[in-house]
């Protein structure tokens, strides 16, 4: 398999490589800019996280100073269930980041639908082209379904690994189709934080 080859996320039309990378890794600037190098250009930023997103935000800023921006898919990660709370945090995190949008917005870890007047700032976001596309995390696999029918989301990140795979019954069969009309999917904790690797 490929790594390198670039993958259509959903109705996104954004173009990835099969892996993408978050800053939850905790890796060094300089991993996550081999990592763009190798093929990896989907970077998952969550802000949030103290002491984890530095190094993230200088391999953005790196690789933007490059001229690399428009071969980078930057989504960003907010664990703020209050919009106002992110909306502050997303700006602050494109100043620091060097960045004039993200290519996601993603609303971080819903058991159930988000309020609407969270979806109606993230919204907001989107409509002053701060950000191409909004997404969401859960670990409520049967919410992707419900979500996809409103037509609000264009991304989800399900977690889905050989330990959790509760994604194959209660989520992919309700979120298939033609890719230019569905929800793009990401799948997150791969290795189950590091236990299937053992």
């Known amino acids: 398999m490929d790594l390198s080859e670039k993958r259509t996320l959903g109705r996104t039309g954004l173009k990835v490589g099969r892996l993408g990378i978050s800053s939850s890794?905790?890796?060094?600037?300089?991993a996550y800019e081999?990592?763009?190098?190798?093929?990896?250009?989907?970077f998952n930023w969550?802000?949030?996280i103290k002491g984890r997103s530095?190094?993230?935000?200088?391999?953005?800023?790196?690789?933007?100073?490059?001229g690399k921006r428009d071969e980078l898919v930057v989504g960003m990660l907010t664990y703020a269930h209050i919009s106002w709370l992110t909306d502050h945090y997303f700006h602050k995190g494109l100043k620091a980041a060097g960045l004039d949008y993200a290519d996601v917005l993603l609303l971080g870890y819903f058991p159930k639908r988000p309020p609407q007047r969270v979806i109606d700032g993230a919204l907001n976001l989107k409509a002053q082209g701060l950000v191409r596309h909004i997404g969401l995390t859960s670990h409520n696999r049967k919410l992707f379904p419900e979500l996809a029918?409103?037509?609000?989301?264009?991304?989800?990140?399900?977690?889905?690994?050989?330990a959790h795979r509760g994604a194959e019954t209660e989520t992919?069969?309700?979120?298939?189709?033609?890719?230019h009309e569905r929800p793009g999917i990401a799948s997150f904790t791969a290795t189950d934080w590091r236990k299937l690797l053992n």
């Open 54 to 66: 530095g190094p993230m935000r200088t391999a953005l800023r790196n690789l933007c100073a490059r």
């Open 149 to 162: 029918e409103t037509g609000l989301f264009d991304l989800f990140h399900i977690r889905y690994n050989a």
């Open 34 to 42: 081999e990592a763009f190098e190798r093929g990896c250009n989907y």
């Open 46 to 48: 969550g802000t949030f």
């Open 172 to 179: 992919f069969p309700y979120l298939s189709g033609p890719a």
């Open 25 to 30: 890794f905790g890796a060094p600037a300089a």
